[in-house]
């Protein structure tokens, strides 16, 4: 037999386990980074501008929803870039220097959704000496274009009024085919509210004396109910009233309404003024001047 193996005991002696110590700074980074994140959070869900981003969303998707379910009579025309009263079926610009040399042939040319533009009131004339420097141009490019128009003088009420009437129709040429005069009155000028009327009754009746024709009166929504509507409440009036889908008044108590400021109309750089009539064409027909002057 083979000799017995000897064995030999191994005593196996465990090593010590050693723990790594974590970095003081990591611990420190990671902390501060937490820190951060938190603050973060606490600042965003505190800041304005978290709450203006969400006010801008809650904004834009109620204008969405309008669109969709209220405003269908007040829709928006993406070529004039404004909403657009769709009840009303005759529509029309007005214009001064402001807007610069303008293209008529463009501007009449233009179509969206068989919205036309059928008129145009220009300023000729404002107090007793100044004559807007585009008016000669605008009235006679405007006619050979085939467009319904109309002069306007700007009130100024601490003069006569007699002599503003008197300036406006040395100024203007009135033919037939023409809309009536306009008076654009805006300001008080500091007057009383009768001497404001009495002056302003001055100029037209002397504009409908000199020209067989009654005056047009323009003037915004809450000025003409303030200053306007118990005593010239049967002229033609003309109202302006921004931005809304309906004139606040009686159908019967208005006759034109602008209701933009900022349309966009081809052959016409910057912003214009957007109006509708309140009728159809055979109705703006029966309002328009019967004979030169």
């Known amino acids: 037999m083979p000799p017995a193996r000897k064995t030999t005991s191994r005593t196996t002696t465990k090593k010590p386990v050693t723990r790594k110590k974590r970095s003081t700074k990591k611990t420190f980074a990671q902390k501060h980074k937490l820190k951060f994140i938190i603050t973060l959070v606490v600042l965003l869900l505190f800041s304005p501008l978290y709450y203006g981003k969400l006010f801008r969303t809650a904004v834009s998707t109620g204008r969405w929803v309008k ?11 993406d070529e004039f870039g404004i909403r657009i009263p769709r009840k009303y079926h005759v529509h029309g610009i007005d214009v001064s220097s402001y807007q610069g040399k303008i293209n008529w042939e463009k501007v009449v040319a233009m179509e969206s959704y068989n919205v036309k533009l059928s008129f145009a009131f220009i300023k000729a004339t404002e107090g007793v ?95 003409f ?67 030169s002057y």
Request: hydrophobic content about 35%.
């Open 67 to 77: 669109d969709l379910f209220i405003f269908d009579e007040y829709p928006n025309d």
């Open 129 to 223: 000496t100044l004559v807007d420097s585009y008016f000669q141009r605008n009235w006679r490019e405007s006619k050979e274009a085939g467009i319904i128009r109309g002069a306007y003088h700007y009130f100024k009420p601490k003069k006569s009024g007699k002599w503003q009437a008197k300036f406006f129709l040395q100024t203007v040429n009135l033919e037939a085919g023409d809309l009536p005069p306009v008076i654009d009155i805006e300001e008080t000028g500091g007057l009383s509210k009768l001497e404001l009327q009495l002056n302003l009754q001055e100029f037209l009746n002397e504009i409908e004396a000199k020209s067989k024709t009654k005056p047009i009166i323009y003037t915004g929504y809450k000025f």
């Open 225 to 291: 109910e303030d200053n306007l509507k118990e005593k010239f409440g049967d002229y033609t009036i003309w109202i302006a009233h921004y931005y809304q889908p309906k004139l606040k008044l009686p159908e019967t108590a208005w006759h034109f309404w602008q209701h933009a400021d900022n349309a966009h109309i081809d052959g016409i750089k910057g912003k214009v003024d957007m109006n509708v009539f309140n009728g159809d064409e055979v109705d703006l027909s029966t309002l328009l001047i019967q004979k």
